[in-house]
Nanobody, 124 residues
Framework: QEPLVESGGGLVQAGGSLRLSCAAS????????TGWFRQAPGKEREFVAA????????YYVDSVKGRFTISGDNARNAVYLHMNNLKPEDTAVYYC?????????????????WGQGTQVTVSS
């Protein structure tokens, strides 16, 4: 059983919105930080956004600032990525990841658990 499960991906037109969800299966986000990453065809996996357990620290890659928002719901043990004004270049498989630290990171190798990913396709 995967420790993290993503959902909410799909096909959307440019300018549209999606909300990705990341649920912890058999594990809790309590005390840990969470990140969202994406991988487009033929490209390396890249950092998108991250949030601390408390929610007071958030990081974003420059290309999504002002369009994407990462948030957490401690009661539901879930983390979300709200994506607005989507662009074709946002097309990728999106992954959530958990880091066993209260402080988030932009580095892939610092995350301990990963989900299977959810496809986001933005048409022009």
């Amino acid at each position: 059983q995967e420790p993290l499960v993503e959902s909410g991906g799909g096909l959307v037109q440019a300018g549209g919105s999606l909300r990705l969800s990341c649920a912890a299966s058999g594990r809790t986000f309590s005390g840990y930080s969470t990140g969202w990453f994406r991988q487009a065809p033929g490209k390396e996996r890249e950092f998108v956004a991250a949030i601390s357990w408390s929610g007071d620290i958030t990081y974003y890659v420059d290309s999504v600032k002002g369009r994407f928002t990462i948030s957490g719901d401690n009661a539901r043990n879930a983390v979300y990525l709200h994506m607005n004004n989507l662009k074709p270049e946002d097309t990728a498989v999106y992954y959530c990841a958990m880091r066993l630290s209260a402080i988030p990171s932009r580095e892939i190798f610092q995350y301990n658990y990963w989900g299977q990913g959810t496809q986001v396709t933005v048409s022009s």
